[in-house]
């Protein structure tokens, strides 16, 4: 099995910068991809960002420019750097990864258990 820790949310004002981090734990044989979803009340949940193992990155439309991803093999560990913060950004935002147990298992979405980021105008 595969646990994600989520940190770095918080709040701050427009225009202001956070930075995510999502720590992968547990019997992990590999992880194919990373990335960050998030939701706010009302809205459907949206993929924010992901990278893959050979740093392919993909943004959504909104927060390119502005959010960049990066991940730490060594450390089973994605970041969102999340800079001129918007009100439209504030939502829950949920690490997930692409991984396998064993050489001989399929992968699986595993998914943490999310952290809050408000924006005051």
């Known amino acids: 099995q595969v646990q994600l820790v989520e940190s770095g949310g918080g709040l701050v004002q427009a225009g202001g910068s956070l930075r995510l981090s999502c720590a992968a734990s547990g019997s992990i044989f590999s992880i194919n991809v990373m990335g960050w979803y998030r939701q706010s009340p009302g809205k459907q949940r949206e993929l924010v960002a992901r990278i893959t193992n050979d740093g392919t990155t993909n943004y959504e439309d909104s927060v390119k420019g502005r959010f960049t991803i990066s991940r730490d093999n060594t450390k089973n560990t994605v970041y969102l750097q999340m800079d001129s913060l918007k009100p439209d950004d504030a939502a829950v935002y949920y690490c997930?990864?692409?991984?396998?147990?064993?050489?001989?298992?399929?992968?699986?979405?595993?998914w943490g258990q999310g952290t809050q980021v408000t924006v005051s105008s």
């Open positions: 997930y990864c692409n991984a396998r147990i064993s050489l001989l298992s399929r992968s699986y979405i595993y």
